[in-house]
C-alpha cells in the first residue's frame, strides 16, 4: 500500500464520521463496513474482494442501531481496516472478520473521546453568542470539532492501514488458530448484540409474535431475505387491515 | 398561525439555509454535554440573523434560547427545526410566545420524534436494506453498495426536506395533532410488525453460535448435541437464546458496551473450552 493510498483510507474514515463533509448520509453509507469495504476495494485496486469482506464485516453489525449518543462498536474502523488489511494481507474474509472485531471495539474509544471534547466547543458556542456574534457559531460548531475530528479519526486509521498490512499477517500466524478461531466466535455472536439493540425500539406488544413468525419461516423454509422482507409488508398490512375492520364495526355497532 | 396578516420575514432561501444548517451540522460537534444542541443553535443563527438584523441584542436573546440541551433522531427532527423557525418568525412579527414555550415544544416533540425515526429509519429501512445490500455483496456486486447507498441519500434528504416544511407550514398544533390521532400510530405500529418480523429473520440468517459438544455414548458414536438434537428440533435455537438473553440484558439497563464485553467473554470461554464452535 503506497502512502497515498493509506492517506486516503484515513480520509475515508474521517468521512464516515463526519456529517459535514460526507453530508447528513454518511453514518448511513460511508460508516458501513459494506460501503467503506467497496470504497476501500476502489482505492486499493480491488473493489470485488473490498466489498465482500465489508459486506462480511457488515453483517456482524447489521442491526446496529445508535441512540441517545451511544455507539456499541465503530464499524466504519473495522469496515476500511478490515477490508484493507484484507486485500494487502491477503487474508480470507473469516480473517478479515476476526481482524475487524478487536478493532470495532478500539474504534468506540475515538467516539467517547470525540464526544467528551467537544463540549467544550459547545461552550464556545454559548460564548459567541453571548457576545453578540451568532455570525461565529459555525466556528465553534463546525470547524473547530471537525479539524479534531479530523485528526482523531485520519491520522489513527492511516498509520494503521499503511503500517498493520506488513504485520497484520504475522501477528495472526504469531496468536496461532486458538485465537482466531475465538474471535470469529465472537464475530459470528455480535449480530445479536445489534438485533438486540433494535429489538429495544421494535418488540413491543403486538408486533412480539411477529419476531418469532421472521425467525420461523427463515429457519423452516429457508428463505431469502428479500422474500421475508416482502412477506413482512404483507403481515403488517394484513394485520392493520384486520384490526381496522374490527375496530370499525365497534365503532358503527 | 395567522400568516394571513403577517407577511412572512423568512423567504424560501433563508429556510432552505436553515434546513441544510441543520441537515449537514446537526452532528458536527455531537458532545455529552448537549448532545445535538450545538448543531441546533447553528441551524438558528440564519434564521436568528435575518429576524433581527438590526437589533443585534434581540439577535442574541433569540440565539440564547437555542443554547441548550437537544437530542432526536436527524431526519425527523428536522420538523422541530422548521417548526422552531416559524415560532421564532412568529415571535419576531410580535406574536406572544415566551421563551418558555420554544424550548418546552423543542424537549416535548424531541421524544415522540425521536421514537418514530429510530423505529422507521434504524429500526426498519436500514437493517432492511442492509439485509438484501449484504446478501448481493457477499458474492462480490459491486453495484449493491452504490445502490443502497443511493436510495439511503434519497430517503435521507426526503425525510429530512418534507419534515422541515411540514414543521414550519404547519405548526405545533399539527405536528402534535398528527402525533395524537391514528396515522402516526398506525404508520408505527405497522413498522414495528415489519421490523420485527424482519429482525427474527436476520436472527436465522446472520446470527452464529453453535454448540461444540460431542457425547461419547460408545465406542464408535458419538452424539452431537448441535447435530443430534437442536438442529433435528429447531436449528437457530441458540442464536434465538442468545438475542433474547442480549435484548434482556439490554432491557433490564446494561449499557451496549458491557452487553459486547459479555458477549466477548463468553466467545473466548466458550471458544477455548470448546462449548461454542
Partial sequence: ??????????????????????????????????????????????????????????????????????????????????????????????????????????????????????????????????????????????????????????????????????????????????????????????????????????????????FFVGFLITVYLNLSMIAVGFLALCAAIIYMQIKNTAKGGAVNE | MNNTENKSLLTKGDLKKCWLTWLFNNQACYNYERMMGTGFLHSMVPVARKLYKEDMEKQREALRRHTGFFNCEPCFASSIVGLTAAMEEQKAQGAEIDDDAVTSVKSGLMGPMSGIGDTVIQGVIVPLLLAFAIDLAKNGNVASPVIYSLIMVAVVFGISYTGFMMGYKKGSDAILKMLENGIVNKIISGANIMGCMVLGALVANYVSVSCGINIQQSADSVFSIQEQLFDAILPKVLPLLLTLGVYKLLQKGHSSIRVMLYIVAVGVIGGLTGILG
Avoid at chain 1, 14 to 32: E, F, K, M, Q, W
Avoid at chain 1, 113 to 132: C, I, M, P
Fill in chain 1, 1 to 210: 500500500m503506497s502512502v497515498l493510498q493509506a492517506m486516503i483510507l484515513g480520509v475515508i474514515y474521517y468521512l464516515g464520521n463526519s456529517s459535514v463533509v460526507a453530508g447528513p448520509i454518511g453514518y448511513y453509507t460511508i460508516y458501513r463496513p459494506l460501503v467503506g469495504g467497496f470504497l476501500t476495494g476502489l482505492v486499493l485496486g480491488d473493489p470485488v474482494t473490498g466489498t465482500m469482506i465489508g459486506a462480511t464485516i457488515n453483517l456482524m453489525y447489521i442491526g446496529f442501531i445508535s441512540a441517545g449518543g451511544a455507539l456499541p462498536g465503530d464499524m466504519c474502523l473495522a469496515g476500511i481496516l478490515g477490508a484493507a488489511l484484507g486485500i494487502t494481507g491477503g487474508l480470507d474474509t473469516e480473517a478479515a472478520l476476526a481482524i475487524a472485531v478487536p478493532i470495532g471495539l478500539i474504534g468506540t474509544l475515538l467516539w467517547f473521546g470525540r464526544l467528551t471534547l467537544d463540549s467544550a466547543f459547545a461552550h464556545l458556542a454559548d460564548k459567541f453568542v453571548e457576545k453578540g456574534q451568532g455570525n461565529k457559531v459555525w466556528i465553534a460548531d463546525l470547524l473547530l470539532p471537525q479539524l479534531m475530528l479530523f485528526f482523531m479519526t485520519a491520522i489513527p486509521c492511516f498509520l494503521a492501514s499503511y503500517f498493520g498490512a506488513s504485520y497484520i499477517q504475522g501477528a495472526i500466524d504469531a496468536l496461532g488458530g486458538n485465537v482466531l478461531s475465538v474471535l470469529i466466535v465472537i464475530g459470528g455472536m455480535m449480530p445479536a448484540l445489534g438485533i438486540g439493540l433494535t429489538l429495544m425500539y421494535i418488540f413491543k406488544g403486538e408486533a412480539k409474535i411477529f
